[in-house]
RNA sequence: GGCCCUAUCGUCUAACGGUUAGGACACGGGCUUUUCAAGCCUGUAAUCGGGGUUCGAUUCCCCGUAGGGUCACCA
């Protein structure tokens, strides 16, 4: 890393399915790399399987990356598609040369050729440097004279790679652990055509709870990143905790920006054993940004995901720090609006006269009568008083006295009609004297 | 199976020969003066096994064991 200026990265997925979150680890550490050192990082599409390669594929790649903050271009990218012209200058050079040979094929299966390119491997031992690893030592003698080509038209994948690779001046190759066996041929390749040998650094996986590498078999839909971007996760907690996974500062603090994280970041600090995804860690995380969030940030999601009959802007502003305080993503809010725990704000909530007896002990007679209570105390105050500090000091006395049960449990249905809810104070203030009378009211109607 | 990689609480991890093995998530308990949530305090919990090296090993070496990866005319 001496020669900061000169470092190219790339992150060059393949375009045949959903964008991927191990995947997404790895063009994040790759951008860490990049922003760290003062490097560039490029973007290559490796769309040359023409059959599985698709353009909705690539553009959940895109969108992705730019949903997780990837501030790269890629309005341009490098696509093998469009290269074939390169592919096929080299391949002819290497067999002119000497250093590659068609070769005739047994064809044992449909699809094969008879015909295809081979590289004449010198059969030795390559020794290479991973920034996270160290050296590694592999013996290329049993690859034996691998094919690199179905044809001069057709380069298979460690080919154009390596190509690629040397045409867009790569210097350091950040990738998936499952690339250390592509690493020696892909080397003896390098030397063939002359390319200069970049770094290399082995990314350990993201594991299903067996240690198995993460599948979509196994964590379904928890492997795409459309998939935290669907259910209102915020990309901030996303990259925070990827980062930490398989990674860390070595600090105590495990709440970091993206700008910090960069600040801090080491390559060769990153882990060797795979990491087990911990989707229990990620909600924490998001969470704990969401904590960070402005009311007006907050308000705009709630409106957002509110039913069409919740839409008082007034009421969503008060309902922000009590929505906010039970939920752990966006789409959480859906969850409550589904399960009722918003409409009572809107309107008079319904319920029976059972629910308003306290359930320790308590009787419809003496929710009645503490209701009656509370309603002459609450008559007593002024507008301005409904605020909750204000309102637990009006009402406690009266609650110690008769038995907090007895008073609140009542007084917290007649509000919410609920059995979970945020505690009565805070539901006054929310509705304000005028309201709150008036579902007093109506709870009282029901008990005669 | 060959080759390679890996191994600290359930999970993510700290420790770069000397610590009461630290933190976070999850879990348990308690406190926040009804319920839910949040918050605060607190507890349980780990060096895979066996040999070395060393005055001293989580740390270095070897052997097991376990897990993973890889052995394509896929990328």
């Known amino acids: 890393m001496s020669n900061k200026s000169h470092i ?7 375009p045949t399915g959903p964008f991927h979150i191990g995947n997404a680890r790895t063009a994040l550490f790759n951008y860490f790399f ?49 290269h074939s012209a390169t592919y ?30 081979r590289l004449k491997n010198p059969g030795k031992k390559v020794t290479f440097t991973d920034m996270i690893r160290g050296d590694i030592t592999v013996d290329t003698a049993e690859l034996g004279d691998f094919v690199i080509a179905k044809s001069v038209d057709e380069p298979i994948y460690h080919f154009a790679v390596v190509v690629d690779d040397f045409e867009m001046g790569v210097t350091h190759v950040i990738r998936g652990e499952d690339g250390i066996y592509n690493t020696p041929r892909q080397i003896l ?4 055509i002359g390319a200069p040998r970049p770094v290399y650094a082995h990314m350990p996986f993201i594991l299903n709870a067996d240690r198995s590498k993460l599948s979509k078999r196994q964590a ?27 990674w860390n500062p070595g600090t105590t603090r495990e709440v970091m920006s993206v700008e910090e994280i960069i600040s801090r970041f080491d390559i060769t600090k990153v882990q060797k054993a795979g990491a087990i995804f911990n989707p229990e860690k990620l909600l924490w ?24 009959n919740c839409q008082n802007d007034l009421m969503i502003e008060k309902l922000s720090e009590i929505i906010v305080e039970r939920i752990s993503v966006w789409s959480d809010i859906d969850k409550m609006v589904a399960d009722g725990d918003i409409q009572y704000f809107f309107e008079q909530p319904k319920f029976s006269q059972e629910m308003l007896v306290w359930k320790k ?45 007895n008073v609140l449990w009542p007084l917290r249905v007649a509000l919410s009609g609920r059995e979970k809810s945020p505690d009565p104070f805070v539901l006054l203030a929310i509705f304000g004297k005028k309201e709150s009378l008036a579902r007093i009211a109506a709870a009282l109607a029901l008990l005669k």
């Open 34 to 82: 990049v922003k760290k050192n003062g490097g560039k990082l490029l973007f290559r599409l490796e769309d040359t399987d023409r059959e599985r390669s698709k353009q909705e594929y690539a553009d959940d790649i895109v969108s992705g990356l730019q949903w997780l903050g990837i501030d790269i271009d890629f309005s341009h990218p490098y696509r093998q598609s469009a």
């Open 88 to 117: 096929k200058k080299y391949l002819e050079q290497l067999i002119a040369d000497g250093k590659a040979y068609v070769s005739k094929e047994e064809v044992k299966e449909a699809g094969q050729r008879a015909k295809v390119i």
């Open 220 to 246: 379904g839909e928890l492997v795409s990143v459309k998939y935290y971007r669907e259910k209102g996760y915020l990309p901030e907690a996303v990259v925070n905790y990827l980062a930490f996974l398989g």
């Open 285 to 308: 995380y998001n969470k704990e940004y969401m904590n960070r969030l402005s009311p007006m940030e907050i308000d705009k999601e709630i409106k957002k995901r509110f039913p069409k």
């Open 8 to 14: 190219v990265a790339r992150f060059p997925p393949s």
């Open 361 to 405: 002990g308590g009787t419809a007679a003496e929710a009645r009568e503490n209701l009656v209570l509370v309603s002459e105390k609450l008559a007593a105050l002024a507008d301005a008083d409904f605020d909750a500090e204000r309102l637990k000091s009006a009402l406690m006395p009266l609650a110690e006295e008769k038995g907090r049960g």
């Open 189 to 192: 390749i390098q030397e063939a």
